[in-house]
């Protein structure tokens, strides 16, 4: 079981772009809104775990 961290850069509409941030990478990844928790904000961190996205303070 592998857990990655990101970090949500910006949101437009229904998709999220995030950055890694486990690893050293300037890549964006994105995700569709309905895939993350409801209440993501730019800037608010995220672990990725279990095919799951969950907001983490």
Do not use: H
Not at 6 to 30: H, M
């Amino acid at each position: 079981m592998e857990t990655w961290f990101y970090e949500v850069n910006s949101i437009d509409g229904d998709y999220a772009n995030l950055k890694r941030t486990d690893i050293d990478s300037s890549d964006l990844k994105l995700v569709a809104r309905a895939l993350l928790p409801e209440e993501i904000y730019e800037g608010c961190k995220l672990k990725y775990e279990l095919m799951q996205y969950e907001i983490i303070q």
